[in-house]
């Protein structure tokens, strides 16, 4: 099992929350599809992430990048740091960020795509980007999520996981297993290497892999409780927070609000996740 980490010194949560003020915090997950629409679309992205001011994004399908060549481009949208799973390679998993990382961590081998884990301010981000063909696979996958997570998640640490699970959650089940233009393309997929069904329905052990090691699927619950319904069909690009965190969410939710403009951008939609006083030490906490 060959998995990269880099370490490095920093002073955590220096100078993030002004007195007597809520810090606000925004992540943003994103599929670019092949590295922004095979490279068509990334000063349109670039230009939207500005506006969004992210302080960390999670990319899936970055294309042909290394760290060093993919914080440079980061640059367009105002982050000085990035990492990349798979340096030269398409579908790759990296992430960028404002601050420094204190540790970074990669991984490939057992894994479709791969996954980095990051520690940014003493919070864990972890950019992960599940198997689009079996969903045995998928299954398998998470176990090795949860397992690297769940030391994490029992000593009380904070995590954000998010990415293109390729796959609904079960809190979708009723929905996704009722969308019959959906079955139908899967069903009717018989290529060999395919099998994102189980007995003709979506299977759900692998989210469930990640619910029970300690992560809640925020976005479900934020779009539910505001009507926020964004018509995807099926959901499969989620976040996926440690429970210590769920009370910090502000927004979590699929943003389709600009629908057209999006959809040149890349086949999925980024999804949004703001916390607030996300960097409130344990002590202040308890």
């Known amino acids: 099992m060959k998995i990269k980490q880099l370490l490095a010194t920093f002073s955590v949560g220096a100078a993030l929350t002004a007195s007597g003020a809520d810090e606000m915090t925004r992540i943003i997950g994103y599929n670019v599809l092949i590295g922004f629409n095979r490279a068509e679309r990334i000063e349109e992205t670039a230009s939207w992430l500005r506006e969004k001011k992210p302080d960390v994004v999670l990319f899936q399908e ?169 018509a995807l069909g099926v959901r499969i690009d989620m976040a996926m927070l440690s429970r210590n965190l769920e009370e910090n969410v502000v927004e979590a939710y699929v943003d389709t609000t600009r629908r057209e403009f999006f959809q040149t951008l890349s086949d999925h939609y980024p999804v949004i996740l703001t916390l607030k006083n996300l960097h409130e030490s344990k002590n202040k906490e308890e």
Request: glycine share 4%; hydrophobic share 40%; net charge neutral.
């Open 62 to 230: 970055i294309a042909r990048q290394t760290d060093e060549s993919f914080a440079r481009q980061a640059k367009l949208w105002n982050h000085s740091y990035a990492a990349v799973c798979k340096p030269w390679q398409d579908y790759s998993i990296a992430m960028t960020s404002r601050r420094p990382f204190e540790m970074v961590e990669m991984r490939i081998d057992g894994l479709h795509h791969g996954y980095i884990l990051a520690r940014i301010d003493g919070v864990y981000y972890m950019s992960i980007h599940l198997s689009p063909f079996r969903y045995d696979t998928r299954i398998r996958e998470t176990e090795i999520y949860a397992k690297r997570l769940k030391p994490l998640l029992e000593a009380g640490e904070k995590v954000i996981m998010m990415g293109d699970f390729n796959n609904p959650s079960p809190y979708d089940a009723a929905q996704a297993n009722s969308n019959a233009a959906a079955l139908e393309a899967r069903r009717n997929d018989n290529r060999p290497h395919i099998e994102n069904l189980r007995n003709g329905f979506f299977d759900f052990q692998c989210m469930n892999n990640l619910l029970d090691a300690g992560l809640e699927d925020v976005c479900f619950f934020w779009m539910k409780k505001h009507n926020y319904q964004p």
